[in-house]
């Protein structure tokens, strides 16, 4: 098979996901492992990886450049503070760009490229559980 039906195996959220559940840094930010997932959930801070809504798939073939979502989330009540969560967002977000240099797998995408999307959004849930969001434009191909 060729074309989009290799590029529907190319995932970029499993392999930013993948990558940050490993990264050091990621860990030392959010405070120990087993904090970065693809759901929101205990323990705090915690970050999600997730699809985001943007990016360009040119013609579904090649070096197509979807969105993830990094989005950290602190305690619901509310600690840490607004400040911190934005900084563990960025480090994460900085981490997600080494993979770049990694090697690649035999039957993973290659990742040529990681950049933001756009700004940071301070987004808190409605009962008040902050939150950051991060859009990343992901360059691979399969």
């Given at each position: 098979?060729?074309?989009?039906?290799?590029?529907?195996?190319?995932d970029p959220v499993s392999a930013v996901l993948a990558w940050l559940r490993t990264?050091?840094?990621?860990?030392?930010?959010?405070?120990?492992?087993?904090?970065?997932?693809?759901?929101?959930?205990?323990?705090?801070?915690?970050?999600?990886?997730?699809?985001?809504?943007?990016?360009?798939?040119?013609?579904?073939?090649?070096?197509?450049?979807?969105e993830v979502t990094l989005e950290v989330y602190g305690d619901p009540g509310g600690?840490?503070?607004?400040?911190?969560?934005?900084?563990?967002?960025?480090?994460?977000?900085?981490?997600?760009?080494?993979?770049?240099?990694?090697?690649?797998?035999?039957?993973?995408?290659?990742?040529?490229?990681?950049?933001?999307?756009?700004?940071?959004?301070?987004?808190?849930?409605?009962?008040?559980?902050?939150?950051?969001?991060?859009?990343?434009?992901?360059?691979?191909?399969?």
């Open positions: 098979m060729t074309g989009p039906y290799q590029l529907a195996d190319a990264h050091p840094r990621t860990a030392d930010a959010l405070g120990g492992p087993g904090r970065v997932s693809g759901i929101a959930e205990a323990p705090w801070p915690h970050l999600r990886v997730a699809h985001g809504p943007g990016g360009d798939l040119r013609d579904l073939t090649w070096a197509t450049t979807p600690w840490p503070g607004q400040a911190e969560l934005r900084r563990i967002l960025l480090v994460c977000a900085a981490a997600a760009t080494e993979i770049v240099e990694a090697p690649s797998a035999p039957g993973k995408p290659i990742i040529s490229g990681i950049r933001p999307s756009g700004t940071l959004v301070w987004s808190p849930l409605v009962d008040g559980q902050p939150r950051w969001l991060l859009g990343l434009l992901v360059t691979l191909h399969p």
